[in-house]
């Protein structure tokens, strides 16, 4: 299958500085791919350049279409749901004001959308009518990826979902991301920290290091890689 | 023999001396230059130019007090035109109903100014951003007001005339060199203070309460002290001005302190650099010379002339002459700089 | 009695003007954190492009509808075009920006339509009505105003646009990543306030007469009362505008030194923003760190 995402001597910077330096990486389409590596590595500054959010060199292949010089506004329009780090969900307003805000580049009425999401997250249609900032820490990672689906995207960019979140959610959490793989047909880039997990659900990872990609493959082959294993699961 | 002798050079090169004298000590002979040169500046100009030039350097003082406020301590205040009538009303009175001499009169004005900052700076303290932006207003608007209607003291609307002081006649120089030389000495003095305030520790717990309050007062900095002290400060330095203002145009009235001309010192430290001290002369430069240059260009809008100076200054140096062209000065200073052995090579 | 009471019906009538301006500078304030110190010179501007059309024989209702339009698209090209260079830089390089506008915007105005003092005839007739409480002039203002508020309110509460420059003014990176061209976003609230103000503008008009200088003292009024409700507060700017409005009149009236009515009625005002240093319904901006 043609890679639907692909990044090519990817350069990204923090001002002046060059935080990560020439990657090349694939997302097939349809399937999971994850990036690794400790904090710092330069993991989130790549999906910040994917959105356009941080000044980049390189090329950056959505489906053909190059996504290197468009804005923010105008990559998301193209298919591309970004849940940032933090989940950048819009506290003041209510659970369905958010949904609806995810469907902002999507024409007609997102309701069906809407139970399609309240189907995969319920505790999110017991909410719908609350502030988003008084929800939990889980529940606001799924307002947010549900945010990003309401874009019926093409690929579903995460950045630490797990961020700050008990692990029985986490896995919830996970477990309901690859049900959406699955039934939505969209295709994920996820950034985790908890490898683990990570390697568990992905088809392909990439091990990144201060902003060079040091190995990639599969999923199971890095899991089984020892020296991997030593190195970033513990074991 | 050969091995010291690089070592020594390489020393000197990185301990950034030029020509055997320190940058410290560059700077030092930089500002006597100018000094001087300021000193004989008025002997070759004509007087009203000497005089344009005074009210230049007053409207420096002042700015130079705002500064201290918005620009250290992060404080936007649109008032300051108030305590500027304080000051100049303290030298009128003092001048007019009790004989006291011009030169006398500022110390009390800036003691004066100082007090008002201090009990305006302590409520002031719970207001943040636009609400004390209202605050400052409010004394603005409120002082053409005030000013009117306490007529016994300061003559309410007609103002106060002044009698011009007589220069000291065994310098042999007129009244207005001498009303110049003055202000120049006054201004002279302001900056060192302000620059051994702001340099030194009472500048960084300003400019640590200004970006990280919550952390600075974690870190034992007394901030309603620090702040309180900061807005009495600025207030003695505008109050000074005011004080000067009156003595050298020898006319008060409530007309000369309306809201414009506490816009005017916000305009001119933003145009300046709100940070900086050498923004403070520019900003006396504007706010002297655009608006009458703005009427040469256009007398039937000229405040449009001046509105458009106003964008064009933001637009090109959105943090002020000094404040945008200093860092780049200091860039290409060290361009210039002789080459020097990388100590940290890696 | 009775004069207390009128004064406080013809206080909500200055009030509903101020109420009007004050929302317009929220409305910037929640997008921008920015002051707008040009929005009265904007409204004064577009009041005078009302009284020219009226004045070229165009209907009252249609010049009102016209200038709303003109002015929706000025403020549009105000924020594209005068404010987006200096979005990014420090707020007072901002502030310095607005201010130059509102002297250019006086300026301007001085310029083409002169000094002179212009009568602008309000479309309600001055009749008094409810005992002589109030006229129906100044009940034609307040009720402009609320129709304008109910709108305002209708638009950001059931419109996708609305709601998506709610989120563009809240957070505007989540925004970018759902696809919202913040800029646009920006741009139609500074359309918006402009519109708005001009409302208020042709509102002032026959009451204050029509001269470059009319708006300053109502701008600074409204800021007062966008501050008194709440810089954040839509609902605090309108009654922050009419507490602020009755305040004045009441000080005017009864206070004996007319020459202090200004610094009175701020004082008053600062005074109740010592116990309530974010306004009535202000949140307090919580820091974290």
Same mark, same amino acid.
């Given at each position: ?235 | ?45 004509? *007087? ?178 620090? *702040? ?117 090579? *890696? | ?289």
């Amino acid at each position: 299958m043609a890679p639907i995402l692909q990044l090519r001597a990817l350069k990204a910077f923090y001002g002046q500085s060059e935080v990560v330096h020439g990657l090349d990486v694939e997302v097939e389409e349809g399937g999971m791919t994850v990036l690794l590596g400790a904090n710092g590595a330069g993991k989130t500054t790549t999906l910040r350049a994917i959105c356009g959010t941080v000044r980049n060199e390189g090329e950056i292949l959505f489906a053909g279409e190059r996504l290197d010089r468009r804005t923010t506004e105008q990559i998301a329009a193209l298919g591309v749901a970004h849940v940032p780090e933090g989940r950048g969900t819009f506290i003041g307003l209510t659970v369905e004001e958010n949904l609806r805000l995810g469907a902002y580049t999507r024409a007609g009425r997102p309701d069906a959308n809407m139970q399609r999401m309240y189907g995969y997250f319920p505790i999110l249609a017991a909410r719908r009518r609350q502030q988003a900032g008084s929800l939990s820490g889980g529940e606001q990672q799924m307002l947010a990826i549900a945010r990003a689906l309401m874009m019926a995207p093409r690929l579903l960019v995460l950045d630490e979902p797990s961020f700050g979140l008990a692990p029985q959610i986490v896995e919830d959490i996970f477990t309901i991301v690859e049900r959406i793989r699955r039934e939505e047909h969209v295709s994920v880039l996820m950034v985790e920290q908890n490898a683990t997990l990570a390697l568990e659900l992905a088809d392909h990872a990439y091990l990144i290091e201060t902003g060079y990609v040091v190995a990639s493959g599969s999923a199971k082959a890095l899991a089984d890689d020892p020296q991997i294993r030593r190195s970033y699961l513990g074991y | 023999m050969n091995e010291s002798a690089t070592a020594v050079a390489a020393d000197e090169h990185a301990a950034g001396r030029y020509a055997g004298l320190s940058v410290g000590a560059w700077r030092w002979i930089g500002a006597l230059v100018l000094i001087a040169f300021a000193v004989m500046l008025p002997f070759g100009l004509s *007087k009203y130019h000497v005089f344009e030039l005074t009210l230049v350097m007053i409207y420096a003082i002042a700015v130079l007090g705002l500064n201290i406020l918005t620009g250290y301590n992060g404080q936007i205040s649109l008032g300051h035109g108030a305590f500027f009538a304080a000051g100049a009303y303290t030298a009128a009175i003092l001048m007019h109903h009790y004989g006291v001499p011009y030169w006398a009169t500022v110390p009390p004005a800036a003691l004066i100014c100082f007090v008002l900052g201090v009990l305006f700076g302590l409520p002031a303290l719970r207001f943040e951003g636009p609400y004390l932006a209202l605050v400052t207003l409010a004394m603005a608007l409120a002082t053409p007001q005030l000013l009117k209607y306490f007529d016994n003291w300061t003559g309410g609307q007609q103002g106060i005339n002044l009698v011009k002081p007589l220069p000291p006649a065994s310098l042999g120089i007129d009244r207005d060199r001498w009303l110049y030389l003055l202000v120049l000495a006054v201004l002279l003095l302001a900056i060192r203070i302000a620059a051994n305030l702001l340099h030194g520790r009472t500048g960084r717990a300003l400019v640590a309460i200004r970006d990280q309050p919550i952390a600075a007062a974690a870190m034992g900095i007394h901030t309603a002290r620090y *702040k309180t002290l900061a807005f009495g400060t600025s207030t003695a330095f505008t109050g000074v001005a005011g004080a000067l203002a009156a003595i050298v145009v020898g006319y008060v009235s409530p007309e000369g302190y309306s809201l414009f001309l506490s816009i005017s010192f916000l305009v001119g430290s933003a145009v300046g650099g709100i940070a900086t001290i050498g923004g403070a002369i520019v900003g006396g430069l504007f706010i002297q010379f655009v608006p009458n240059l703005a009427n040469d260009i256009s007398d039937a809008a000229p405040g449009a002339i001046y509105g458009l100076a106003m964008l064009l200054f933001m637009y090109a140096m959105p943090r002020g002459v000094v404040g945008s062209l200093g860092p780049w000065i200091a860039r290409s200073m060290r361009l210039i700089q002789p080459s020097r052995p990388d100590i940290q090579s *890696k | 009695m009775h004069q207390f009471s009128q004064q406080i019906f013809s206080g909500f009538a200055a009030g509903a003007i101020y109420a009007s301006l004050a929302l317009a500078l929220v409305m910037i304030y929640r997008a921008t954190e920015l002051v707008n110190f040009a929005q009265g010179e904007m409204a004064m501007f577009s009041a005078y492009i009302a009284w020219s059309l009226v004045n070229g024989g165009v209907s009252f209702w249609a010049a009102f509808v016209i200038t709303l339009v003109v002015s929706f698209l000025g403020g549009m090209a105000i924020e594209r075009v005068i404010i987006r260079p200096v979005e990014n830089a420090p707020v007072l390089a901002a502030v310095v920006v607005t201010i130059g506008l509102a002297l250019i915007f006086n300026s301007l105005a001085g310029w083409i339509y002169s000094y002179t003092v212009q009568d602008f005839q309000s479309p309600f007739p001055d009749r008094p009505v409810l005992g002589a409480l109030i006229t129906t002039r100044d009940l034609g203002v307040i009720g402009v105003t609320l129709v304008m508020l109910f709108l305002l309110f209708a638009f950001f509460r059931f419109t996708a646009t609305g709601l998506a420059m709610r989120a563009a003014a809240q957070n505007p990176a989540s925004a970018r990543l759902c696809g919202i061209p913040v800029g646009r976003m920006l741009a139609i609230g500074w359309g918006l306030a402009a519109a708005i103000g001009a409302a208020a503008g042709v509102m002032v008009a026959p009451v204050l007469f029509l001269d470059p200088n009319m708006m300053g003292g109502v701008l600074v009024y409204a800021f007062a009362g966008a501050l008194l409700g709440g810089i954040t507060s839509p609902v605090g700017a309108v009654i922050g505008g009419l507490i602020v409005g009755v305040t004045e009149n009441l000080v005017g009236t009864y206070l004996i030194a007319s020459q202090l009515k200004l610094t009175v009625a701020f004082a008053l005002i600062i005074l109740v923003l010592v116990f309530k240093p974010h306004g009535l319904f202000g949140t307090a901006i919580v820091r974290r760190v």
